[in-house]
């Protein structure tokens, strides 16, 4: 029973262009949204995160949106770096839970084209 | 300097063995966890340890057995290694329920 998923697996984007990650979640509860990016060989390392009481957050290139009515969040990447490519994960937990509960996507791999 | 550490980074040891997985975290968290990725990439939580007290324990098989010496550390011992134990183990740490730091993985592989 996936409760947040991430349907992408893969996607290729041109440097300098936008690149949006999709994650789609089941969970009503879930209130709290967290994007972790990982390199080969390296554990995740958090990224940008969004609280249920915000629709966008955002921290330089990376902007994260979420639509609670489609229990969907995204995130984008503007303009894309090569530096970017890596697997992007996902993740949600419920009020109260905060990390200690973290429920994760399956991941998108993401790789910029020079 | 690593934040948070895990060794080894790699482990491979034949089936019915024993064996052990170490963390440590300098960020002076007070909940550390143990994290594994399996072959279909999802990352599912294992354990969760606040100031050294089992705070979460997910369906985990018996076999495997946490031990957090003091809050800086969290370490793995699993029992009669199976070959579906083989993943990527991650240790991580987080203060109060903020956002994780997560270690480099431990690639397990069972024989």
């Known amino acids: 029973d996936q409760q947040v998923k991430q349907n992408s697996p893969s996607l290729s984007v041109q440097e300098g262009r936008i690149s949006i990650l999709n994650c789609d979640y089941t969970?009503?509860?879930?209130?709290?949204f967290l994007w972790y990016k990982k390199y080969p060989a390296e554990g995740p390392t958090f990224l940008i995160s969004?609280?249920?009481?915000?629709d966008k957050n955002e921290d330089g290139r990376f902007t994260v949106f979420l639509n609670k009515s489609a229990k969907h969040l995204s995130l984008h990447i503007v303009p894309s770096q090569p530096g970017d490519s890596a697997v992007y994960f996902c993740?949600?937990?419920?009020?109260?839970?905060?990390?200690?509960?973290?429920?994760f996507g399956k991941g998108t791999k993401l790789s910029v084209i020079p | 300097d690593t934040a948070v550490s895990q060794t080894p980074k790699y482990l491979v040891t034949q089936m019915g063995n024993d064996k052990s997985i170490k963390c440590e975290q300098n960020?002076?968290?007070?909940?550390m966890y143990w994290y594994k990725q399996d072959s279909k990439k999802f990352l599912k939580i294992m354990f969760s340890?606040?100031?050294?007290?089992?705070?979460i324990n997910e369906t985990v098989p018996n076999r495997f057995s946490p031990k957090s010496p003091d809050k800086a550390h969290l370490n793995l011992h699993i029992n009669s290694l199976e070959l579906g134990d083989s993943a990527v183990y991650f240790c991580?740490?987080?203060?109060?329920?903020?956002?994780?730091?997560f270690g480099s993985g431990t690639q397990l592989s069972v024989l």
């Open positions: 991580a740490s987080s203060q109060q329920g903020e956002k994780l730091f």
């Open positions: 969970n009503s509860m879930f209130d709290y």
């Open positions: 969004i609280s249920s009481i915000k």
């Open positions: 993740a949600a937990s419920a009020s109260g839970a905060g990390s200690y509960q973290l429920t």
């Open positions: 960020l002076g968290h007070d909940t």
């Open positions: 340890y606040n100031n050294k007290e089992l705070i």
